[in-house]
């Protein structure tokens, strides 16, 4: 079963950067199309970007310019550079899966920006 980890939350102010990282137990990760999502207070959890095993990268508008996704298959991990935060990023991020079947949710990630 393969267990996600996400780290690198904290508390932020508007227009600081932030680098969060997902690790993965598993040797299967490198085949899958990974992806960050974040939930926030009261809201669904939305996408946020994804990186395909050959390392294609798309984000949501929202953090499109803003965010990076990248991954190290040598170290199942994938990583969410976050620059020029703003306040409506506050949310918990989470990584998993892009597509179906997705591995069993980690416990995410804590971001908060203030204003």
């Known amino acids: 079963q393969v267990q996600l980890v996400e780290s690198g939350g904290g508390l932020v102010q508007a227009g600081g950067t932030l680098r969060l990282s997902c690790a993965a137990s598993?040797?299967?990760?490198?085949?899958?199309?990974m992806a960050w999502f974040r939930q926030a207070p009261g809201k669904q959890r939305e996408y946020v970007a994804h990186?395909?095993?050959?390392?294609?990268?798309n984000a949501a508008n929202p953090v499109k310019g803003r965010f990076t996704i990248s991954r190290d298959d040598a170290k199942n991990t994938v990583y969410l550079q976050m620059n020029s935060l703003k306040p409506e990023d506050t949310a918990v991020y989470y990584c998993?899966?892009?597509?179906?079947?997705?591995?069993?949710w980690g416990q995410g990630t804590q971001v908060t920006v203030s204003s």
């Open positions: 598993g040797s299967i990760f490198s085949s899958k199309a």
């Open positions: 998993n899966c892009l597509g179906q079947p997705q591995f069993p």
């Open positions: 990186i395909t095993p050959a390392g294609g990268t």
